[in-house]
């Protein structure tokens, strides 16, 4: 694999998120899904651990799977920029994740979680002059409508019954985390080798949750909190394998290659495509409004990510 760690020119124009290179035309596709398996992943992972140790091992799991794989093939790490790398990774890795899967797991609603996690997006157009760029009216347009699409997927799975104020403050920090994140990574380091950036990043995110694992979920060397039962662990083989190496990986090609409100543009999709999945997997029900918000949320895409 080429060092992918030089910087961009600065008069080169973002490119645009088809690559015109025809095996790379699937990328957006394929992170689509990878991201959107991530909630399936937590449904069958996180009533047998705690998110934060669950995070921990699955960080901790990418390292081990990454390291050899940098030792063999001798990949670049990112002189000069590790600091940059690790903040990135603590925001995209440590704050969103951490954010969210805390928050379901003190009851806040996946569906619920979704539509204010959905909102990055938006809030990415608004900071887009931060890393140089503009969103059209066209995009604009393209952004209110897979919102309006996102909400309408995830209406029939809102409860507020109980729902607790620490929980909307978690999701609200995750939207916050993920969104800086992926500014950050594209304004201070948006190339670097894939294979040591994600060993970077892992490693500082795993160091970040590892004080509050241990003070709030009891993390140590027994793992007593875990129970590793065959569903669990097909659940972090996956996070590790598809999430933490294969999705992230397809992120970090995106933003290298794309305007940052194009690539955020795409998780609109993932609220669908985690509906269709748990259609299919647990057999739960798909409303009409559901059908139609997909719609809206494909079509609010391709107003994003087309040329005009």
Same mark, same amino acid.
């Given at each position: 694999?080429?060092?992918?760690?030089? *910087?961009?020119?600065?008069?080169?124009? !973002?490119?645009?998120?088809?690559?015109?290179?025809?095996?790379?035309?699937?990328? !957006?596709?394929?992170?689509?899904?990878?991201?959107?398996?991530?909630?399936?992943?937590?449904? =069958?992972?996180?009533?047998?651990?705690?998110?934060?140790?669950?995070?921990?091992?699955?960080?901790?799991? *990418?390292?081990?799977?990454?390291?050899?794989?940098?030792?063999?093939?001798?990949? &670049?790490?990112?002189?000069?920029?590790?600091?940059?790398?690790?903040?990135?990774?603590?925001?995209?890795?440590?704050?969103?994740?951490?954010?969210?899967?805390?928050?379901?797991?003190?009851?806040?609603?996946?569906? #619920? @979680?979704?539509?204010?996690?959905?909102?990055?997006?938006?809030?990415?157009?608004?900071?887009?002059?931060?890393?140089?760029?503009?969103?059209?009216?066209?995009?604009?347009?393209?952004?209110?409508?897979?919102?309006?699409?996102?909400?309408? %997927?995830?209406? *029939?799975?809102?409860?507020? @019954?109980?729902?607790?104020?620490?929980?909307?403050?978690?999701?609200?920090? +995750?939207?916050?985390?993920?969104?800086?994140? $992926? #500014?950050?990574?594209?304004?201070?380091?948006?190339?670097?080798?894939?294979?040591?950036?994600?060993?970077?990043? =892992?490693?500082?995110?795993?160091?970040?949750?590892? !004080?509050?694992? %241990?003070?709030?979920?009891?993390?140590?060397?027994?793992?007593?909190?875990?129970?590793?039962?065959?569903?669990?662990?097909?659940?972090?083989?996956?996070?590790?394998? &598809?999430?933490?190496?294969?999705?992230?990986?397809?992120?970090?090609?995106?933003? @290298?290659?794309?305007? &940052? $409100?194009?690539?955020?543009?795409?998780? =609109?999709?993932?609220?669908?495509? $985690? +509906?269709?999945?748990?259609?299919?997997?647990?057999?739960?029900?798909?409303?009409?409004?559901?059908?139609?918000?997909? +719609?809206?949320?494909?079509?609010?895409?391709?107003?994003?990510?087309?040329? &005009?």
């Amino acid at each position: 694999m080429p060092d992918s760690s030089a *910087a961009p020119s600065r008069s080169a124009a !973002p490119r645009p998120l088809r690559p015109q290179s025809h095996w790379l035309a699937p990328v !957006p596709l394929f992170f689509v899904f990878l991201w959107s398996t991530g909630f399936i992943a937590a449904k =069958y992972g996180l009533p047998y651990a705690p998110p934060l140790s669950f995070l921990i091992l699955r960080c901790l799991g *990418a390292i081990l799977v990454l390291l050899p794989v940098v030792l063999a093939t001798r990949a &670049a790490w990112p002189h000069g920029r590790v600091g940059h790398v690790a903040i990135a990774g603590l925001l995209l890795q440590a704050g969103y994740l951490g954010g969210v899967w805390s928050a379901i797991k003190i009851g806040m609603p996946a569906g #619920l @979680s979704a539509l204010i996690v959905g909102m990055q997006p938006i809030l990415t157009a608004f900071a887009a002059p931060l890393v140089g760029e503009r969103v059209t009216p066209r995009q604009w347009i393209g952004l209110l409508l897979g919102l309006g699409g996102v909400a309408l %997927v995830v209406a *029939a799975r809102i409860s507020l @019954s109980a729902l607790a104020p620490a929980a909307v403050a978690l999701c609200v920090l +995750a939207l916050l985390s993920i969104t800086a994140g $992926t #500014l950050y990574q594209k304004r201070f380091c948006p190339r670097f080798d894939p294979r040591t950036g994600a060993v970077i990043q =892992y490693a500082a995110s795993a160091l970040a949750l590892l !004080p509050f694992a %241990v003070a709030s979920e009891g993390f140590g060397p027994g793992l007593d909190a875990v129970r590793w039962t065959p569903q669990f662990v097909g659940a972090l083989l996956w996070a590790i394998l &598809a999430l933490s190496i294969g999705a992230i990986f397809l992120l970090f090609r995106l933003i @290298s290659r794309n305007d &940052a $409100t194009k690539v955020t543009s795409l998780l =609109y999709l993932t609220p669908p495509t $985690t +509906a269709l999945m748990a259609w299919l997997v647990f057999g739960e029900s798909l409303s009409p409004a559901g059908l139609l918000g997909m +719609a809206l949320a494909v079509l609010g895409v391709a107003f994003v990510v087309r040329k &005009a």
